[in-house]
């Protein structure tokens, strides 16, 4: 089992920055893949950002690539992601996920096994 838990969410103008951190428990951090996914208002899950255990290889979905930096702490067990010049479109719901290994399509929801409850964010124009 994998317990994680998102913090950092909340209203920030167009333009400004938000943190969001991803504290994992329950298992070895630095063998889990991670990803960030949101859910926009009346939208289904997508993904936003991805980083590898083995390579710490990042993956971003064109929609956030330049503007948002996922990164990962081992030591700490947790992963972040930095969100810089903010959209009002960006407002979701910020879930982190856990995939335990075997074949990794990092952007593929269905591949994480595990999922945090969620943080929102929302940017105000």
């Known amino acids: 089992q994998v317990q994680l838990v998102e913090s950092g969410g909340g209203l920030v103008q167009a333009g400004g920055s938000l943190r969001l951190s991803c504290a994992a428990s329950g298992r070895t951090f630095r063998n889990l893949n991670m990803g960030w996914f949101r859910r926009g208002p009346g939208k289904e899950r997508e993904f936003v950002a991805a980083?590898?255990?083995?390579?710490?290889?990042?993956y971003y979905a064109d929609s956030v690539k330049g503007r948002f930096i996922i990164s990962r702490d081992n030591a700490k067990n947790t992963e972040y992601l930095q969100m810089n010049s903010l959209k009002p479109e960006d407002t979701a719901v910020y879930y982190c996920a856990a995939d335990i290994g075997g074949i990794y399509r990092p952007s593929l929801e269905g591949d994480y096994d595990y999922w945090g409850q969620g943080t929102q964010v929302t940017v105000s124009s």
């Open positions: 980083i590898g255990w083995s390579d710490g290889r990042t």
